[in-house]
Structure formats: structure tokens, C-alpha cells
């Protein structure tokens, strides 16, 4: 009498990670059979998945706003006999701005070459048997990366002098206004990697 046995192992693993980073997957499948009898079928499948989704989505705003005015007074040297001279200050206004904004989004590492080991062990089958081993490693990633950068700078500046009047003088000196000046210094460093 002739027996026939039919054994068949399935090992199925799945993995599914996501919105993650550095992410490190360890498995282990190990499928032992040992002692069958005569003209046996068997079949060992081992399938490991993978599947890694990860989306970054980097909103970067950056808005700079700088007003100035500068403004001197006025000079006036009017109805004296004898006047000396007449002078104001000058008026000046400085602004320097540096901005700066950096992103790095990971991918993930090596983690879809994961340490997954697979091992699969016949032994001692009977005769005229038939064994048939698959083993299947499927990885899937699928990364997206939006990257919205939104830059303004405003620079609104005002210099202005003031009057200098010499009017009505038996001996008059001299008159002067001071100067006015803006200056403005904006410096914007924006890195992302993805």
C-alpha cells in the first residue's frame, strides 16, 4: 500500500508603516518539517511584505515688514542784527533682518531592507517524495514630498531734510539742516531636503 501525504506550510508576514521615519523592521521565519512518508508532497511559502507610505508636507511662510522715517528739523535765522549760525542734527535710521528656515525630511532610512530572516528545513522525507520550497520578500514605498515656500518682504523708507531759512538779518550767520538717511539690509536663506 502506498501512502501519499500532502503537507503544505504558508508564512505570511505584513508590515504596514507610515508617516514615519528611521524606522527599522526585524523578522524571522523559520519552517522546519521533518519525517514524511512515501511520495509526500510538500510545499513550504514563506512571503514577507513591506509597505512603507510616508507624506511631508512643509508650509514655510515668511513675511518681513520694515517702515522707516528720518527726518531733520528745521533751521531759522531771521530778524537779528547780528545772529551767529544756526544748525540741527542729522537724522538716520538702520535695519538689517536675516532670516533663515531649514527642513529635512528623512525617507525612511534603510528600513525596507530589513534584517528578515527566512530559513526553510526538509528532512528525512520518505521516498519518491516531492518538496518544493518559495520564499518572497516584497518591499513597497511610496514617499510624496509638498513644498509650499511663501517669501514677502516690504521696505517702506522716508528721508527727509528740514527747512533752513535765513530772513531779516542786519548781519546774519549761516544756517544748515542736518542730513537724513535710511538704509536697510533683509537677507533670507530658505533649504529644504528631502
Known amino acids: 500500500m502506498r501512502m501519499r501525504k500532502l503537507l503544505q506550510l504558508v508564512a505570511t508576514a505584513a508590515i504596514s508603516l507610515g508617516f514615519?521615519?528611521?524606522i527599522a523592521a526585524a523578522q524571522s521565519q523559520s519552517s522546519?518539517?521533518?519525517g514524511t512518508g512515501p511520495t509526500s508532497e510538500v510545499t513550504i511559502e514563506q512571503?514577507?511584505?513591506?509597505?512603507?507610505?510616508?507624506?511631508?508636507?512643509?508650509?514655510v511662510n515668511i513675511a518681513n515688514t520694515n517702515s522707516q522715517s528720518a527726518e531733520s528739523g528745521d533751521s531759522n535765522?531771521?530778524?537779528?542784527?547780528?545772529?551767529?549760525?544756526?544748525?540741527?542734527?542729522g537724522a538716520s535710521n538702520s535695519n538689517s533682518?536675516?532670516?533663515s528656515a531649514s527642513i529635512s525630511n528623512g525617507s525612511g532610512g534603510g528600513w525596507w531592507l530589513p534584517d528578515a530572516n527566512q530559513s526553510s528545513a526538509v528532512s528525512n522525507t520518505g521516498p519518491s517524495s516531492k518538496v518544493d520550497v518559495t520564499e518572497e520578500m516584497t518591499n513597497n514605498v511610496n514617499?510624496?514630498?509638498?513644498?509650499?515656500i511663501n517669501i514677502?518682504?516690504?521696505n517702506n523708507q522716508t528721508a527727509e531734510s528740514g527747512d533752513s531759512n535765513v530772513s531779516n538779518n542786519t548781519n546774519a550767520g549761516s544756517?544748515?539742516?542736518?542730513?537724513?538717511?535710511n538704509s536697510n539690509s533683509t537677507s533670507v536663506n530658505v533649504s529644504v531636503s528631502n
Open 20 to 22: 514615519s521615519t528611521g
Open 97 to 99: 533682518t536675516n532670516l
Open 152 to 154: 514677502t518682504n516690504t
Open 143 to 148: 514617499i510624496t514630498n509638498n513644498n509650499n
Open 47 to 59: 512571503e514577507v511584505t513591506n509597505n512603507f507610505n510616508q507624506t511631508n508636507n512643509n508650509n
Open 77 to 89: 535765522v531771521s530778524n537779528n542784527t547780528n545772529s551767529g549760525s544756526s544748525s540741527t542734527g
Open 175 to 181: 544756517s544748515s539742516t542736518g542730513g537724513a538717511s
Open 32 to 34: 522546519t518539517i521533518n
